[in-house]
Each structure stands twice: as C-alpha cells, then as structure tokens.
C-alpha cells in the first residue's frame, strides 16, 4: 500500500507519527493523521482544512474538547486533576492503530474507485471524512465541519 504514496502523503503519515510521539501515544491513531493534515498547508489535503479555517492549532483544540468531553460521559471531570500538557515521548516510535489504518484503507479504496494510481494527501483527508465513529468525526463535529460537504469539495479537487 504505502509505495502507492507519493511524497506528500509520505509526509502525511511521517507527520502523523511525530504527532503521536509528541503527544506522548503509544500508537498513532486517526486524529495523528488529521493533525499532520492541518499542520502542513502545502499539502492539498492540509490546504482544504485551511480553506475550512482548521489549523494544527484548531484542530487539536477541537480533539482536546472532544477528549474532554468523552471523558466527562465517563465521568471524569478534568479538573479533577492535571493532566500533562504534552506526556513524554514513548520509548519506541508509536505503531499504526486500527483507527490509523481504517483511515488509510479508506483512502486506497477511494483512490482504486477513481483509478488514481497514487494516494494524494487528499485521498487520506476523504478516508478521515468518511469514518462514521469515532474521535475524528466527533471532533470535527464539535466546530462544526460539515464532513459529507468537505469530502465532496475533495472529491471535486481530485476531478
């Protein structure tokens, strides 16, 4: 699957392990791919969250309420304790969760159904759009993206 990638989304998915690690996860999970999304406008998948006023900065504001609020249905109060801002770094680099992978097969099946030969950074934002639970989606619910719009205007800059 990944020599179907070209360079761009080669630096999605370096982008979202070193989110991961930063953030001190184990694995990298959707949201890492979303932020590494956000953080590089130069992608065209990255460019297309700008045009949505997603930052890195937005974006992980949206995924810490998110995180917050799941908490919370839980029971779990955050100000019933500190949480690091940014835990250390996992000893190993961070493996690809289920969440990362759904994500990723999703962008090859959208790539395959148009006949595009590579995977861009805008099929990987279509396979992050099209997941119907989970944190991703919730959290861009949360700032009000409509993911069914933002996913046709990515189909349409495909062609």
Known sequence: MFNRFGRETR?????????AAALGSPTIEAEHLLLALAADPRSAGGALLRAEGLDEERVLA????????????GGVAIGDFELPRRPPAPRRSPR??????????????????????RI?????????????????????????????????RAERLLG
Do not use: M, Y
Not at 62 to 73: C, D, H, I, K
């Open 11 to 19: 630096a999605v998915v370096h982008g979202a392990l070193e989110q």
């Open 62 to 73: 949206a995924l810490e309420r998110e995180n917050e609020l799941s908490l919370a249905a």
């Open 96 to 117: 690809f969760a289920t969440s990362a992978k759904r994500v990723l097969e999703r962008a090859v099946k959208a790539a395959s159904a148009r006949g595009d030969r």
């Open 120 to 152: 861009t950074s805008v099929h990987v934002l279509i396979g992050l759009l099209r997941a119907e639970v989970g944190t991703v989606p919730r959290a861009l619910a949360g700032v009000e993206v409509d993911r069914i719009a933002l996913a046709s």
